[in-house]
């Protein structure tokens, strides 16, 4: 199933207007011979500007490779990816450094905040590194819709996990990246706290304009998205707009889930 990118709910459709990422044809192989795994089989999939998309899939169908082949962070065997008008596939490990450094964010389940940084600290440290001035306007609205105000001169240590995962989160999106790629971000955490992180995940879509995939397991996550593409041996094999977390348990059941 090939897949064209979808207006954010309430949006009208832009047929002008390109995808924020999109895969064309990708495939992925690793190994060779009779060893050679193929996790991704002509993929063609584009993610709206402004919309929250989840990647579902069965254990091996290839989600957590489209994102990692989406973000830069992994290469394509055929095929080729675009951000925006930039195509990732031919860039050396240097231009990949440089273009996502600026242009896209990452939450990871692990959280990845250094422990002797401040939350301040670490929400900032991607501007820092990139030697960018603080938008201290851009800041404080980030800052607020996170709810981390009274946090942010404590180190992880000193935080619960999900407060960990919403610095993570501002981190991510301080920085104003084209899109943020989101790898199971509420995996480590007990549903209350998933819930605030996915709802500030929501919040920054809805409120700010953030364009955000994220690869998850969870019917319930996946419900705050406003698309859901599920993969299946390495294949797009269907899409649901505007889930429900029902809608979406039943969908991964037909796929054997």
């Known amino acids: 199933m090939t897949s064209t990118f979808t207006s954010p709910p309430g949006g009208a459709p832009d047929a002008a207007k390109a995808p924020a990422v ?3 044809r990708v495939s992925k192989v690793y190994g060779s ?4 795994v193929h996790a991704l089989r002509g993929v063609s999939v584009g993610f709206a500007d402004g919309a929250f ?7 091996g ?3 957590s490779t489209l994102m990692h082949c ?4 992994d290469t394509v065997t055929e095929g080729r990816i675009m951000l925006g ?5 031919g860039l050396n490990d240097r231009q990949l450094t440089m273009l996502r450094r600026e242009r896209v964010g990452f939450v990871f ?3 990845n905040l250094l422990p002797t940084l401040t939350a301040e600290q670490n929400i900032r440290l991607p501007l820092d590194l990139a030697g960018r001035k603080v938008e201290r306007a851009w800041f404080d609205r980030v800052v607020d819709v996170v709810g981390l105000r009274e946090r942010l001169g404590h180190r992880p240590s000193e935080l619960s996990g999900g407060q960990q995962q919403r610095v993570a989160c501002a981190r991510a999106i301080v920085a104003r990246p084209d899109v943020i790629f989101a790898d199971e971000p509420t995996g480590n955490l007990d549903s209350r706290a998933g819930a605030e992180v996915l709802g500030f995940l929501r919040s920054s879509v809805r409120e700010m304009g953030q364009t955000i995939v994220m690869v998850t397991h969870d019917p319930v996550a996946a419900s705050y998205a406003d698309r859901v593409v599920f993969l299946r041996d390495g294949e797009i094999v269907s899409e649901i707009v505007r889930p429900t977390p029902d809608a ?6 037909s796929l054997g889930a």
């Open 33 to 36: 011979g009779d060893a050679a």
């Open 248 to 253: 979406v348990l039943d969908r991964l059941k």
């Open 61 to 63: 169908s290839g989600k």
């Open 22 to 24: 999109a895969a064309d």
């Open 70 to 73: 989406l973000a830069g962070l």
């Open 85 to 89: 008008d930039a195509e990732l596939t």
């Open 53 to 59: 998309t989840a990647i579902m899939g069965p254990s």
């Open 109 to 111: 389940q692990a959280f």
